[in-house]
């Protein structure tokens, strides 16, 4: 059975996404019983830059209104790679957006030990965990080290603190470890939806550093694989080219081949992609020691 991806045109800012967010809720049948908990995880990076790398204020504040409106239990949270949640959300805007809402960005917390199919483990937050389900709002961006990245990528943001910084340290060297960490990330979390942010994406090179290019796209699916799949189709992209969609497709995962996705609002080819640069050649995951250091002060100032 095809996975299904909803592709959508949003206006580019200033317009208001509120529209468009509502629709591919219904498209995607998010509808959790009311009550029920469910984690936002935006893409909140680093202060630096935060306007263009992390998500859209306007698109988290337009889904979170309408998951208001079905009587869920929202938290609105994430582990950022550099500075506290708070602080990179202030920088981002978020913080303005949602307060009208009642609602307050918060760090994820509480790792709990996942062992990992390669040897050892990583902290990931028990506040993603014990979620009912999770809404996840990446933003599609190109990445120096994973060339581009969007809804698989933005789960591993559910380890906490300085413990993906450390992996980064630790396997980053080691062949396809990394990539094969997220993807069991990923598979160890609650459902997971995702709406992607590629409304102004970031391309040229990321996470932080990049420059906005106009695509006018809001891309949902109930399958992140799937989700992702499609996107890097859409930008003429193969598995070879991106770690994270190889490493899917090595695992048989469902929705990493295009052929098994269809496509009922909007078709790839109704967006213009063309011009949307990635970096090339890769930068090496491995992070050093003084950038752990400083990663991991900013973290601590911030709070």
Not at 145 to 170: D, E, I, P, Y
Not at 214 to 230: E, H, K, Q
């Amino acid at each position: 059975m095809p996975e299904s991806v909803f592709l959508l045109r949003a206006p580019l800012p200033p317009g208001s996404p509120d529209e468009a967010a509502r629709r591919l809720l219904e498209a995607l049948a998010f509808r959790p019983a009311p009550g029920s908990r469910v984690l936002l995880k935006p893409n909140l990076v680093a202060p630096r830059n935060a306007r263009l790398s992390c998500t859209s204020p306007a698109v988290v504040r337009a889904v979170c209104a309408a998951l208001l409106d079905l009587g869920l239990k929202i938290t609105l949270a994430d582990s950022p790679a550099f500075g506290s949640a708070a602080q990179v959300a202030r920088a981002a805007g978020l913080d303005e957006a949602v307060r009208p809402l009642g609602l307050a960005v918060r760090s994820l917390r509480r790792p709990e030990p996942l062992r990992l199919s390669f040897g050892g483990s990583i902290g990931l937050s028990r506040d993603a965990l014990e979620q009912d389900a999770i809404l996840n709002l990446p933003r599609l961006k190109a990445h120096a080290q994973m060339r581009v990245t969007a809804s698989v990528k933005n789960l591993f943001g559910c380890v906490t603190g300085c413990r993906k910084a450390l992996a980064h340290a630790r396997i980053g060297d080691s062949g396809d470890l990394f990539a094969r960490l997220i993807a069991e990330v990923m598979l160890a979390l609650p459902p997971v939806a995702t709406i992607l942010d590629a409304v102004v994406p970031m391309h040229r090179t990321g996470p932080i550093k990049g420059d906005p290019f106009a695509l006018g796209l809001l891309a949902a699916s109930a399958d992140p694989v799937a989700l992702d799949t499609a996107v890097y189709g859409l930008l003429g992209l193969t598995p070879e080219r991106v770690p994270l969609w190889g490493e899917c497709r090595r695992r048989g995962l469902p929705g990493a081949d295009p052929a098994e996705i269809d496509f009922p609002l909007e078709q790839p080819d109704a967006f213009d992609a063309s011009g949307f640069l990635l970096p090339d050649p890769l930068e090496p995951i491995e992070f050093k020691l003084l950038r752990l250091v400083r990663g991991r002060l900013r973290s601590l100032l911030g709070r």
